[in-house]
């Protein structure tokens, strides 16, 4: 689990995260929601390392403070973190293969043979098994969204982070991509952090969402406790169509009866 105290965010004069408390557990989606300008992506760096708070603490394993790590313990930590980045993030001159092992090869004394089957492991849990010596510009998005997971899982992590996992996916493929990363998370008691704008994503495997509005922590809860909710910053986000608000309004009728 992570868990984060008090943590604020300012760029100069400008504070743009004020006074964050949250605990994100294993074998659950975190979801972290919030219109564009609610900082999400700076929450979601704060809680990975790449940036420091301002103010305020995070807590990986319950004890470990990321904020008062050195260079040598905060990479101990970082390999226990799995990335799941917007696009992908695949390099391009490289095979599938050759793109998942690049976190082994830099982080692990395995031998070659041990290395590649894992790569195979992987790759078959994202059900693309014999996708080995296929190049990015081979794949379509969902495949290059399959290929990031599974690189982002090599390494058995305790943690993954995943930046917009439906950016630029038809919604079909955008909710098999949602499912495995559920599944994932519960098979294998995965801390998961979600940051999203994909309100399919909400419903369907929100077990907890945080939602930011200008920074500050408006709502906590669950995808079910949404349907019920009576705040309005966060109806008027999630619910913003007529079709929704309607899929709202029966849920609540159905509820009632």
């Not at 807590?59 to 008062?68: I, K, S």
């Not at 920074?215 to 309005?232: A, C, D, L, Q």
Request: hydrophobic share 40%; net charge neutral.
């Amino acid at each position: 689990m992570i868990r984060i105290e008090g943590v604020t965010k300012s760029f100069g004069d400008k504070k743009v995260i004020e006074g964050i408390d949250a605990s994100f557990d294993s074998d659950k989606c975190s979801l972290i929601i919030g219109a564009s300008g609610s900082c999400n992506t700076v929450l979601m760096k704060i809680m990975v390392g790449l940036m420091q708070p301002t103010t305020g603490n995070i807590f990986y394993g319950g004890q470990t403070d990321l904020t008062n790590l050195d260079k040598k313990h905060l990479k101990a930590i970082r390999q226990e973190v799995g990335m799941l980045f917007q696009g992908g993030a695949l390099f391009d001159s490289l095979t599938v293969e050759e793109n998942i092992i690049f976190p082994l090869n830099m982080f692990t004394a395995k031998s070659r043979k041990e290395k590649l089957m894992r790569v195979d492991e992987c790759l078959e849990r994202v059900n693309l098994k014999n996708a080995n010596k296929l190049y990015p510009n081979e794949l379509s998005g969902g495949m290059k969204k399959r290929v990031g997971i599974a690189r982002a899982i090599v390494m058995n992590p305790k943690y993954l982070f995943c930046d917009e996992p439906n950016s630029g996916l038809d919604p079909l493929t955008a909710i098999v991509i949602d499912g495995l990363i559920h599944e994932i998370t519960v098979e294998y008691h995965i801390t998961t952090i979600i940051n999203t704008h994909d309100m399919n994503s909400v419903m369907e495997i929100g077990d907890h969402i945080l939602f930011l509005h200008r920074g500050i922590k408006e709502w906590e809860g669950t995808n079910k406790e949404v349907m019920n909710t009576n705040n309005k910053l966060l109806n008027d986000f999630i619910f913003a169509s007529k079709f929704l608000k309607a899929v709202k309004s029966a849920y609540q009728q159905n509820s009632n009866t």
